[in-house]
């Protein structure tokens, strides 16, 4: 039994189902919020929801959950755009998985987040900005992990370029490894805390892929190198082999300036076959 198992064995009664749906509803709350309420010369509420580690330490702690319902998009085309595909992602894993590991797999990215959240205070460097923590990433591990288990799914760009939601997938991969080779050390940490949980549920099932992957190479090199050769004779006229003629009988010619097989046929009159001449073995003569 996995450590998996175990857990959900002991604390799957309290698991919370329709997490996707309660995020959602709660972003979609806050949106409205900020729309009716944000004024100029006021403090936007959203500023009063972000997560800050160096404010959380001196007592906003309600900060810990509530980035978790900040808004993607200010615009309303592209958050309801992004609220349908999160619904229609995290449901479908929570389907695949059940509620309780897709519980454990939020739970694992949004530790990962808040814990490296307050380390990140510590490798700054003094002059440079404090930036909040968003939950971009933490979403982005939903898409991830629903690309992986559904690579053939097809999304509808600008509901009309259908694209398979795989190579969406290897564009985000991508962006992070040009994150983790240019990117800050804040970048580069968000990104691996962002992935954790992927890695946790995913990663010994790619390693698996690749070992099978790697045998499948040598067998079918193997398979190759010992493959039967097309043919074992073959005339030098007529092309006869001894595949596509069993019966026939070849002879090669001792004549002949190498290797040059004959069937029955042709063995007493083929042309020789004469060794190419070299210029370097040519005698120079002097008129």
């Known amino acids: 039994m996995s450590l998996l198992d175990y857990l959900e064995r002991k604390f799957g009664r309290f698991a919370v189902p329709q997490v996707t749906a309660g995020l959602i ?7 409205l919020a900020g729309f009716v309420l944000d004024r100029p010369g006021r403090e936007p509420i959203a500023s009063r929801l972000e997560f800050r580690p160096e404010l959380v330490l001196q007592g906003e702690v309600w900060r810990l959950l509530t980035f978790l319902v900040m808004p993607p998009f200010t615009n309303i085309l592209f958050a309801f755009f992004f609220w349908y595909l999160f619904y229609l992602m995290g449901t479908a894993l929570e389907r695949t998985w059940g509620v309780f590991r897709f519980n454990v797999y939020l739970l694992l990215g949004y530790v990962a987040t808040v814990g490296l959240a307050f380390l990140l205070p510590a490798l700054r460097l003094p002059d440079a900005p404090a930036t909040p923590v968003t939950n971009a990433y933490l979403q982005g ?55 954790c949980n992927f890695l946790v549920f995913f990663g010994k099932d790619i390693v698996q892929r690749v070992r099978t992957g790697r045998r499948r190479m040598e067998i079918r090199a193997r ?51 004469a060794a190419p001449l070299e210029i370097g073995n040519r005698e120079s003569r002097t008129p």
């Not at 509803?25 to 949106?31: D, G, I, K, L, S």
């Not at 026939?248 to 069937?263: E, P, V």
């Open 223 to 273: 398979s190759y190198s010992n493959a039967e050769p097309a043919y074992y004779h073959r005339c030098t006229v007529c092309g006869i082999t001894d595949r596509t003629n069993p019966d026939m009988d070849f002879r090669y010619c001792s004549k002949c300036a190498g290797n040059h097989g004959y069937c029955m046929q042709h063995l007493h009159s083929h042309e020789h076959v």
């Open 25 to 31: 509803a709660c972003q979609v709350v806050v949106y």
């Open 141 to 195: 591990s939903v898409f991830l992990a629903f690309a992986y288990l559904y690579p053939d799914f097809e999304m509808y760009i600008f509901f009309i370029l259908p694209v398979k939601i795989k190579w969406l997938a290897l564009v985000t991969w991508i962006g992070y490894g040009l994150v983790m080779i240019f990117g800050g050390w804040e970048a580069r940490l968000m990104v691996l805390a962002s992935v």
